[in-house]
């Protein structure tokens, strides 16, 4: 817990706040003004570029947070302060993870906020608890990378290749298995290998959702499989960067 609290000050130092606060603001401002030049379906495009804007930018400020972070620490010899304590690496690693998930908490909060002038509260509820599961998730891959790479440059690299692959997987799997594609081996062998690194990746396209926003009426049971994939990847990932700092020599 005393990590955790650690993490949540170094964020309001940091100005993780003030600029989600920022985020809230100018995407809001930029949603009204598409609202009122566009001719129909205002309300759609408003929200559709409202929950865009937000999920993007909440993923990128959480992932530069954790990454900035936790390379600050290992660069500063912080680290090795805090674990000349009487504490344990899983304990640091558990205190650091449960620091970010409440970020994603107040995050995903906060930008739920200015959704509430067009949507209804059920929907945004739902499009802001797929928002948090989305930020813990992209929060313990950016944690594993800053362990293991150790450079700010290659980690955020390595996190936005992995987001984007994720993001992009489902529409890249229906691409290749769709009626126009070729049926010779090297388009099968393509087809396997795409799908096997889909099987292996989370389906981020199912992640906060800006159809929930846009055309309501998804039930909460859509929450479920989100749900699964951050327990199951969170875990792995985690377990991960858990195993490759208990074998790095500090």
């Known amino acids: 817990m005393t990590i955790a609290r650690y993490t949540l000050i170094e964020a309001l ?14 995407g809001f401002g930029f949603s009204l003004f598409l609202q009122q030049v566009s001719v129909t379906e205002g309300r759609q495009i408003q929200s559709g570029t409202l929950a865009m804007t937000y999920r993007l930018g909440a993923v990128f400020i959480l992932c530069s947070f954790v990454i900035s972070g936790m390379l600050r620490d290992y660069h500063d010899k912080a680290l090795e302060f805090f674990l000349a304590m009487p504490m344990s690496r899983a304990s ?124 309501p009426g998804s039930g909460w049971h859509e929450l479920l499989s989100v749900a699964v994939q951050t ?10 960067a858990l195993f490759d700092f208990y074998r790095r020599e500090l």
């Open 231 to 240: 327990a199951i990847y969170s875990v792995l990932v985690s377990s991960a």
């Open 92 to 215: 640091y690693c558990f205190g650091r993870l449960s620091g970010y998930a409440a970020c994603s908490l107040i995050l995903a909060a906060l930008l739920c906020i200015p959704l509430l002038w067009s949507n209804a509260a059920g929907t945004v509820l739902l499009w802001g608890v797929s928002l948090f599961l989305e930020l813990v998730l992209m929060g313990s891959v950016s944690f594993f990378f800053a362990i293991t790479l150790t450079q700010a440059p290659f980690a955020l690299a390595a996190v936005c290749g992995f987001y984007l692959l994720a993001r992009a997987m489902g529409t890249l799997i229906l691409i290749v298995n769709g009626p126009l594609a070729g049926h010779d081996l090297p388009q099968r062998i393509g087809s396997m290998a795409l799908s096997a690194i889909g099987f292996l990746l989370p389906r981020l396209d199912e992640f906060t959702r800006t159809a929930w926003l846009v055309y």
């Open 13 to 26: 130092r940091s100005k993780v706040l003030w600029l989600a606060l920022l985020l809230a603001v100018l």
